[in-house]
């Protein structure tokens, strides 16, 4: 069983940022691999960051130069930096987990993040 628990999120005009925090508990294996999906109204669920516990890192297109996701492996807490924000990238984002990209899932209830002027 996994347990996580999501801060950051909100409201942000075109081109600010956010930055998401996620703090997991599980077993090592369960929450090696710790990342956001998002769903966005409308449009099917995409993974758009994620990070394993010796750094390996994945990003959906859309996102790279722009979003970092990073890991303090001490607290279990993934971190992800949102800057140049888009209106396309409103959606509710949520902390996902898994023992590796492939096999992650949504544990957290989710935060808005909504990019408008």
């Known amino acids: 069983q996994v347990q996580v628990v999501e801060s950051g999120g909100g409201l942000v005009q075109p081109g600010g940022s956010l930055r998401l925090s996620c703090a997991a508990s599980?077993?090592?294996?369960?929450?090696?691999?710790l990342g956001w999906h998002r769903q966005a109204p409308g449009k099917r669920p995409e993974l758009v960051a994620a990070?394993?516990?010796?750094?390996?890192?994945f990003y959906i297109d859309s996102v790279k130069g722009r979003f970092t996701i990073s890991r303090d492996n001490a607290k279990n807490t993934v971190y992800l930096q949102m800057n140049d924000l888009k209106p396309e990238d409103t959606a509710v984002y949520s902390c996902?987990?898994?023992?590796?990209?492939?096999?992650?899932?949504?544990w957290g209830q989710g935060t808005q993040v909504t990019v408008s002027s």
């Open positions: 599980g077993s090592a294996d369960s929450i090696n691999a």
């Open positions: 990070i394993t516990r010796d750094g390996k890192t």
């Open positions: 996902n987990a898994g023992s590796h990209f492939a096999t992650m899932i949504n």
